[in-house]
C-alpha cells in the first residue's frame, strides 16, 4: 500500500468547509483530510510531501476542446505569431524551407488570426500564390471556422466558379461574384479540408502524446475531444489500444457525420483504457470574431441580413435532441449567437415534449454560450442545460467584439456573474486548439474581463477566483456526471491533483494568470513537474 502525505500549503479542497492542514493519498484515493498530527499518526509510513507554501488542487477538468485536433496541429505550420501579411509569408517560407515537401504535396498551416493582421483581412489565394508559387496550400483559422486556399489547392478540392456555396457556409468569391478568391467559411471549409490528405507523421501518436503533455503542464487530467470523428476515434482507439492515454480522454461522437460511433460498445458511455465516448455533439452556428455566429441582431455596420446563420433548420435540430434524449446519452451544441442559444433552447423544449423526458436528464452542454442573454440563462436553468463559457475570449478577441457587435452586445459577452446571481452552474474552457489550455488564464480573465488593448467589458459580469476555479473542479466534474469521482478533494475521491505555486483565491486578481503550474498528479502518480 503506498501513501503519501501533502503538508504545508494551502489545500483548496472546492467542498464546503475549512481548509484542511493536510491531505493523505493511498493507492491512488483520496485517503483522509485533516490535520497534519492526526494524518501522520494514521499513516506513519506515507511519504511526506511538503508543499513549500503552494496551493494544492484537485486536477483541472477540461470542459470542452479537441485534443486530436491539437495532435493533428503538431506537424503543420504554426501561423499564430503571425502579424502582417508579409510576416506570415515569412512563415512560410521557413516552413517549405525547413521541411522540404514534395513539389506535389500539401502545405498545411494553422492559427493565423485576421484580426491579429495589420491588414485586418483574411489572405487570399492570390497571396499564397506568390508567396509559394504552384504549390497546394491550406490555411486554417485559429477559430477553425475558417480558413484560406491557393489556386492549386482550389482546384485540387474540386472548387471552383460553379461551385455552389453549400448549406450553412460560405465559399469566399472575387469582384466578379463567381471567381473563388480561397476563402472558404463554416460548411464550405470544413468540406474542403477533408479533402485534404492527413499531415504525414512518421508515428501517428507521437502527435497525441505531445498534445497530452501539453494539458498535462496546464493542470488538466481529463481531456475533452469535442467533435470526434471516424479519423479521430482511430487515433484515440490506437491510443487507448497501446496504452498510450496518459490523461483520461471523453470524446463527444459528430452527431450529424460520425453517429456509428455509438455501436464501440467498450467505449461507449464506459471508459475503457482511459477512453470513454460520452456523447453526442453538434453545431449550430459559427464565430462571433469571424462575423459567422447567429445573432438575432445585425452585426455592427452590417446590412439588416448580416447576423451570421444557422447551421440546421428546427426540425434538424429538434430531431438531434431528440436523438440524444431516446438513447440517453447527453448532447453538446455550440452555440455562440444569441440566435443559436435560442433555437438550442427551443428545439430542447420540442424534444422534450416530443419524448415525454426531461432534457436535465442528459446534462446537455451549450459549448460557448458567447451570446447568451439573461432571459436565456433563466431558461438554461430550468431546462438543466449547463453553459460551458470561452472566457478568454474577453482577452484574445475582445477589442473585436466592440467593433463586430458594438459596445452594448460585447459587454455581455460570457455573462459569467449573471449565471452566478441564477444559481445557474457553468464551466469555463479554451476549445483548443483555438488557443492554449491555459486555465489560470481563462480563470484570469472571469475574474478581470479585460481585453488586450486595455479596455474591460461588462465589469458587472466579473465573478471572483473562487467562483471561477469552481468552473474548471466541481462543475467540470458535473458536466461529465464524475461529481462521485473528481472535481473536489474528498474521502473515496481519484487523487488527481494539480499543485500550484500560489493559492489563486489569495493573490491580486491581475497577478492569478502568473501563477505557475509545479506539479500535475494523476492518480497519485506525478505525470508532470516544472
Known amino acids: 500500500m503506498r501513501s503519501t502525505l501533502y503538508t504545508n500549503g494551502s489545500i483548496l479542497t472546492m467542498e464546503p468547509g475549512p481548509r484542511p492542514e493536510a491531505l493523505l493519498v493511498t493507492d491512488g484515493r483520496i485517503a483522509a483530510l485533516g490535520g497534519a498530527a492526526t494524518l501522520s499518526a494514521l499513516a506513519p509510513d506515507a511519504e511526506r510531501r511538503d508543499l513549500a507554501g503552494g496551493a494544492l488542487l484537485p486536477a483541472f477538468l477540461d470542459a470542452h476542446s479537441h485534443i486530436t485536433a491539437l495532435a493533428a496541429t503538431m506537424g503543420l505550420c504554426d501561423l499564430s505569431p503571425s502579424t502582417s501579411l508579409h510576416h506570415m509569408a515569412d512563415i512560410l517560407w521557413t516552413f517549405e524551407e525547413d521541411t522540404d515537401p514534395p513539389a506535389d504535396g500539401w502545405i498545411l498551416g494553422f492559427g493565423y488570426d485576421h484580426t491579429a493582421l495589420a491588414e485586418r483581412a483574411h489572405p487570399t489565394r492570390q497571396f499564397l500564390d506568390a508567396a509559394l508559387p504552384g504549390r497546394k496550400v491550406l490555411l486554417t483559422h485559429a477559430s477553425g471556422h475558417m480558413g484560406v486556399a491557393s489556386t492549386a ?234 453553459p460551458s463559457f470561452f472566457a478568454a475570449h474577453l482577452w484574445y478577441w475582445g477589442d473585436v467584439h466592440r467593433e463586430n457587435l458594438g459596445p452594448r452586445r460585447a459587454a455581455s459577452i460570457s455573462p459569467l456573474a449573471a449565471a452566478v446571481r441564477l444559481g445557474l452552474p457553468f464551466t469555463l474552457h479554451q476549445d483548443t486548439p483555438v488557443i492554449a489550455p491555459n486555465m489560470l488564464e481563462s480563470i484570469w480573465c472571469a475574474v478581470n474581463r479585460i481585453t488586450r488593448n486595455g479596455g474591460v467589458l461588462g465589469p458587472e459580469y466579473r465573478i471572483s477566483a473562487y467562483e471561477a476555479l469552481k468552473a474548471v473542479t466541481v462543475h467540470a466534474a458535473w458536466q461529465y456526471a464524475l461529481e462521485g469521482e473528481r472535481g473536489s478533494l474528498a474521502p473515496g475521491k481519484t487523487a488527481d491533483l494539480v499543485l500550484l505555486d500560489r493559492d489563486p483565491t489569495a493573490v491580486e486578481p491581475m497577478a492569478i494568470r502568473d501563477i505557475r503550474v509545479l506539479e500535475t498528479i494523476r492518480e497519485g502518480e506525478t505525470l508532470y513537474r516544472a
Request: proline share 6%; hydrophobic share 40%.
Open 153 to 386: 489547392a482550389l482546384r485540387a478540392m474540386g472548387i471552383t466558379a460553379d461551385t455552389p456555396d453549400p448549406e450553412g457556409g460560405r465559399i469566399g468569391r472575387e469582384a466578379d461574384g463567381r471567381t473563388p478568391s480561397g476563402y472558404l467559411e463554416e460548411t464550405a471549409f470544413r468540406l474542403a479540408a477533408a479533402r485534404v490528405p492527413a499531415a504525414p507523421q512518421a508515428d501517428p501518436l507521437a502527435g497525441l502524446r505531445l498534445a497530452q503533455q501539453i494539458y498535462l503542464s496546464q493542470g488538466i487530467t481529463l481531456v475533452q475531444d469535442g467533435l470526434t470523428g471516424a479519423g479521430e476515434f482511430q487515433l484515440l482507439h490506437a491510443a487507448a489500444r497501446t496504452g498510450s492515454l496518459a490523461v483520461n480522454v471523453v470524446g463527444y461522437a459528430d452527431l450529424k457525420k460520425a453517429p456509428e460511433l455509438s455501436r464501440q460498445s467498450e467505449f461507449w458511455q464506459r471508459t475503457s483504457r482511459r477512453l470513454r465516448l460520452g456523447g453526442y455533439k453538434i453545431l449550430l452556428d459559427g464565430s462571433p470574431q469571424g462575423r459567422t455566429a447567429w445573432m438575432l441582431e445585425p452585426y455592427a455596420g452590417g446590412a439588416p441580413d448580416d447576423r451570421g446563420y444557422p447551421a440546421y433548420t428546427d426540425e434538424e435540430v429538434t430531431g438531434f435532441v431528440r436523438t440524444a434524449l431516446s438513447e440517453g446519452v447527453q448532447l453538446l451544441a455550440h452555440c455562440n449567437g444569441d440566435a443559436a442559444c435560442a433555437q438550442f433552447i427551443r428545439c430542447c423544449r420540442a424534444a422534450q415534449a416530443a419524448e415525454d423526458r426531461p432534457v436535465r436528464d442528459i446534462r446537455p452542454v451549450m459549448i460557448h454560450a458567447q451570446l447568451v442573454t439573461p432571459g436565456q440563462l433563466a431558461e438554461l436553468k430550468e431546462l438543466g442545460i449547463l
